[in-house]
């Protein structure tokens, strides 16, 4: 039987796990996304709340990651960039390597590989301590979040269907970016809303 002193203890340690539990949830589609202001590559703040009123995708990347080599070098990731930053869209890049971990970039050395690779996100998010990837429950590189215009998640998880490193896979995958971009401007919910991510585990310092 736990006397008083030891009840108290075992009540107040259930509820720090709680709260640790509650402070490492993943984000929840139809739920508000979590709010972040972090350093942009560029040296200058990049916060969600500056893109209310406009569809904004996250994308996590480990530039030395295989799954990500693949999806630009063949051109998909920058593509789908361009068609939906053209349409008004927010492409947030996200890295969350720890320093001395694999994928772990400066802000100048972002912006260097992201010219290699003919990337154009809008910005990218320099997440070294997990922050902003542990709201998210950002598991791998690529990761793929998208938040409405109202600032709610409306999808979350891979890039597409078929979770291999081979480019020849792409033109064979459902795409669920696209696919969630097409419900969105028809006015209808995210179908394929939350999908299972894959890649290269991200690098979190723990």
């Not at 009123?53 to 051109?75: M, R």
């Not at 789908?80 to 996200?94: D, H, I, P, R, Y």
């Not at 269907?161 to 419900?183: Q, R, T």
């Amino acid at each position: 039987m736990l006397t008083v002193p030891l009840l108290r203890r075992s009540l107040i340690g259930l509820a720090a796990f709680g709260l640790s539990l509650t402070a490492h949830a993943a984000a929840e589609i139809g739920q508000p996304a979590p709010a972040f202001t972090a350093q942009g590559a560029d040296g200058k703040p990049v916060s969600l709340a500056a893109f209310k009123g406009k569809t904004v995708v996250l994308e996590w990347t480990n530039h030395e990651c295989p799954f990500v080599v693949k999806h630009y070098e063949s051109g998909n990731i920058p593509a789908l960039q361009k068609e939906f930053t053209a349409k008004g869209a927010v492409w947030l890049q996200v890295i969350s390597s720890a320093p001395e971990k694999q994928g772990h970039v400066d802000g100048a050395s972002a912006i260097k590989i992201n010219g290699f690779r003919n990337a154009v996100p809008t910005a990218v998010v320099l997440d070294p301590d997990g922050k902003v990837g542990k709201a998210y429950g950002a598991q791998t590189t690529p990761h793929l979040y998208i938040v409405d215009p109202t600032g709610v998640l409306v999808y979350k998880g891979g890039i597409d269907s078929i979770p291999s490193a081979n480019k020849g896979d792409i033109a064979k995958a459902d795409n669920y970016v696209k696919l969630a971009f097409a419900d969105l401007a028809a006015g209808r919910k995210v179908a394929h809303a939350s999908t299972k991510p894959y890649g290269c585990s991200i690098k979190y310092a723990d």
